[in-house]
């Protein structure tokens, strides 16, 4: 998988709040922009649930036990350190190789490809598991949620 010109496994959870640019969207879940991770979870008066923008979340499962692996977040994250959550959750960015860009009718349609590129993408860098190992095609999708959260006040 071919990094964009700002996303590289080396860079620093500081480096990739600022380079990495998700996807933006509207209240009816189409892609019109594109914001920095950081300040697309910035909460501020003016912006007090930061700004809309698409995620995934991974949940990963044993084939043999059903098991669902769970991580702790690393201390060092900017969201969310410390804390026991799913496999893996992140955000499509703008300019990856292959595309990590689904339009609305995707979503609308569990087809999402986008979604899953970026899932494996971050499967390898959080989790050091290969695409071959968790191939988008053997991914499932579920379903929608629009929701934010801060983890700080």
């Known amino acids: 998988m071919a990094p964009n010109s700002t996303w590289d496994q080396s ?22 922009g594109s914001e920095s991770k950081r300040a697309s979870h910035e909460f ?28 702790k977040r690393a201390s060092t994250k900017i969201t969310f350190p410390n804390v026991w959550t799913n496999t893996c959750c992140s955000h499509p960015l703008h300019g990856m190789s292959p595309g990590e860009v689904d339009k609305a009718e995707d979503v609308a349609n569990g087809s999402v490809m986008g979604a899953k590129n970026a899932a494996v993408r971050k499967l390898n860098h959080e989790l050091g598991l290969p695409g071959q190992e968790v191939p988008a095609s053997k991914m499932k999708f579920l379903t929608r949620l629009h929701y934010w959260a801060a983890d700080t006040v």
Not at 44 to 60: D, E, K, M, Y
């Open 11 to 32: 860079m620093s959870q500081d480096d990739m709040m600022e380079k990495d640019t998700v996807l933006v969207l509207d209240n009816n879940d189409n892609v019109i």
């Open 44 to 71: 501020t008066t003016s912006q007090s649930r930061g700004v809309l923008h698409r995620a995934f979340s991974v949940f990963l499962f044993d084939e043999s036990t059903s098991e669902l692996l769970l991580q």
